[in-house]
């Protein structure tokens, strides 16, 4: 089992990283290759492959039923793939049984031993694999402190908070120093509020520790704000994977394109091509350029996608320079307090929503007038829908 | 919304305002009576204990006395026959709790065959009428040739008081949160660590409670016993002798204190229980 200075030992290695030939195979904490899960008939996983970087914080996101949870589950062992094999530092531990691999889980519900103290919750895992009793001892109280749960060692679980439990059971997974933490759904019991301040807590935690954290939600503001990478997820394939940044300009399916955000999707025909972009011809009226992936072929049938806040809109008729427009009927505008969200109709009936800051909003307008909504070619992206 | 201030009408009758009283408390009268019931032979019992006896079967109150509780062995056999008794429930307690925590453990967390075979032998135990089980039984240790007496007795009552003990212990378990185990081999326990450490603890009151229970069976078992104890005595059976010849009060006494003694253990459990239950983690919704 390894124990703390192994960070210290990979941060110098990071700093000579160059002279290392393996470097990038090294920086690979967990690999899965060709993972699937099947139960009975039903396969819920199809063949993944994910590579998980050392100290990134890798969030897996999609909705309920898409494969993730079980993704974690055989990662962390109580699960074994049915097809594939996982690659814990190198080596295979498809089969290995959970307190043999060097991962901690953060469970949703966080399954803190409610018949021990914060501190002998927090200390089952260092006394479990044989750690020395001072030592024992100096790990908890300073992953307690970590957590700013020091005042609470002595309470038991019951006694303690939502918000409090979940920091305890942070503490009694990291307190392990695992090659990665895994953490499943572990905010989605928290008020709203009290989810908002944990996911920056949890950012900052693991800026500190730089333990790599794989973590699991259906939340995409979570996983926005808190992620290196986010690998989406949808019926049991890995849709995208990429920076959150990524993710949200340039989704490559519109499951992707429709999970992340809100976002305008309008069918539309390629009709010429450039670079780094496309010409598009929407259908039911309307055209310009968009941001595309390279490799569109002329005709290609594409859906055009416009997040309401990165589009205008205007009384007057006429194109932007660098993008398109098109034209819809003003069908309803709500105040949503940083907001104007206004509700647009187009003439084959498919609503397009544009987002505007109090600022901007259009005076003078009123349902039912014509209006004309333009895009800037660089805050647009086409999506392919094969 | 209808009405939120109801107008009271000026005058209600009596008779009106006591059915009114009557029809909201009726549960109440149910429960007390039906409470009144079950403690009228417990009542009994107590009452004639400290009653002042004349003659061999009094059941009639001649005046308090504490004489039965003073000397509460004076009566011949029942000293050995109590004994006896307290001795054998101990020991089939110790054997049979652990062996039905293990069944029940097993009948919860794992797949096997046979499973609902073996659900479906433990309840027959306890549903099959026990002249017929005792009768089986003395039946087969005849053919046996086993020697009738402590060590057929000590046989047969573990044999039902497993299955109690499985029924009480497998119902706790049910509601035992798994992940609670996975989480403990999560942070590298093994599975007799994670048992010993994190179900047993958890589990304990139920075991005591199923303990509690098994021990009172076979304190209390009559009808079992009577076919396979032999040469052998038991309270109950002692109990049973003496009834056909005289009833001394000193029988209600080891009644009265058998019964105070359970009451208190009850009680204890109960009030350990609850205090775990507090130190529960108070379940948070579940979202998936």
New interface residues.
């Given amino acids: 089992m390894r124990v703390i200075p192994r960070q210290a030992s990979k941060a110098a290695q990071h700093h000579n990283g160059f002279t290392k030939m393996n470097r990038l195979e090294d920086d690979i904490v967990i690999r899965l290759e060709g993972v699937s899960k099947r139960y009975g008939d039903k396969e819920v996983l199809h063949a993944v492959d994910l590579d998980v970087r050392r100290g990134e914080f890798l969030t897996l996101l999609g909705p309920s039923g898409c494969g993730k949870t079980t993704t974690l589950k055989m990662i962390a062992g109580f699960e074994t793939p049915t097809t594939g094999r996982i690659v814990l530092d190198g080596v295979d531990v498809s089969e290995t049984p959970p307190y043999k691999r060097h991962l901690n889980t953060v469970f949703q519900q966080y399954a803190l031993f409610p018949h021990m103290s914060v501190y002998d919750n927090v200390a089952f895992g260092p006394r479990t694999t044989g750690v020395s009793r001072p030592q024992v001892h100096e790990r908890v109280v300073a992953t307690l402190a970590m957590v700013n749960m020091s005042d609470f060692a002595p309470k038991k679980p019951g006694q303690l908070s939502g918000g409090q439990q979940q920091r305890v059971a942070l503490a009694r997974a990291l307190v392990n120093n695992p090659s990665a933490l895994l953490l499943d759904e572990p905010l989605s019991a928290l008020d709203v509020k009290l989810r908002r301040q944990m996911q920056f807590e949890l950012k900052r935690i693991q800026t500190e520790v730089q333990t790599t954290f794989i973590f699991v939600t259906h939340d995409q503001d979570e996983a926005l704000t808190m992620s290196t990478r986010i690998a989406v997820m949808n019926e049991g394939r890995i849709d995208m994977l990429g920076a959150p940044e990524e993710i949200y300009k340039r989704p490559n399916t519109p499951f992707v394109a429709g999970f992340i955000g809100s976002a305008n999707l309008i069918p539309a025909r390629v009709s010429g091509q450039g670079a780094g972009e496309v010409r598009l011809e929407l259908e039911g009226g309307g055209g310009g350029a968009a941001a595309s992936p390279a490799g569109l072929p002329l005709g290609a049938r594409v859906l055009l996608m416009l997040r309401p806040e990165q589009i205008s809109l205007t009384a007057e008729a006429g194109s932007a320079c660098s993008g398109g427009s098109f034209s819809a009927r003003l069908a309803s505008v709500d105040f949503q307090g940083s907001i104007f969200r206004y509700a647009l109709r187009r003439d084959d009936g498919r609503e397009v929503v544009v987002t505007l800051l109090p600022q901007y909003q259009l005076t003078g307008v009123a349902p039912g007038d014509q209006l004309t909504v333009r895009w800037d070619s660089a805050h647009s992206w086409v999506v392919s829908t094969d | 919304m209808a009405t939120l201030s109801r107008p009271l009408p000026a005058a209600v009758s009596l008779p009106t305002r006591l059915v009114d009283f009557l029809g909201r408390h009726v549960i109440t009268f149910v429960a007390l009576l039906s409470l009144v019931y079950l403690l009228a032979p417990i009542g009994m019992m107590i009452a004639l204990s400290l009653n002042q006896t004349n003659g061999k079967f009094d059941f009639t109150w001649h005046g308090f006395s504490t004489a039965a509780w003073a000397n509460p062995f004076a009566v011949d056999g029942l000293l050995p026959a109590l004994k006896l008794s307290a001795v054998l429930a101990g020991t089939v307690t110790v054997i049979a709790t652990p062996i039905g925590t293990a069944m029940a453990y097993a009948l919860v967390r794992y797949k096997f065959r046979g499973q609902t075979l073996l659900d479906l032998v433990l309840l027959l135990t306890i549903s099959t009428p026990e002249v017929i089980l005792g009768s089986a039984m003395l039946d087969m240790f005849l053919n046996l040739r086993a020697p009738m007496g402590p060590f057929t007795l000590i046989l047969a009552h573990v044999m039902f008081d497993i299955a109690f003990v499985v029924i009480m212990v497998k119902s706790r378990l049910r509601g035992f ?1 798994i ?2 185990e ?9 599975g007799w ?1 994670v048992f010993y ?2 179900t047993l ?2 589990i304990l009151p139920s075991i005591v409670t199923a303990g509690i229970l098994a021990f009172m069976l076979s304190l209390d078992d009559f009808i079992v016993s009577m076919f396979v104890s032999g040469q052998t005595v038991t309270f109950p059976l002692f109990v049973w002798g003496e009834a056909r010849v005289a009833m001394p009060p000193q029988i209600y006494v080891i009644g009265t204190s058998i019964f105070l003694i359970l009451a208190a253990l009850m009680t204890g459990s109960l009030l350990l229980d609850r205090s ?1 239950g ?11």
């Fill in positions: 949160d992940t609670l996975h989480a403990a081999m999560d942070l590298g326990a093994r660590r450490k994190i603890p958890l775990r507090r130190a529960q983690v108070s379940p948070v919704k579940a979202e998936s």
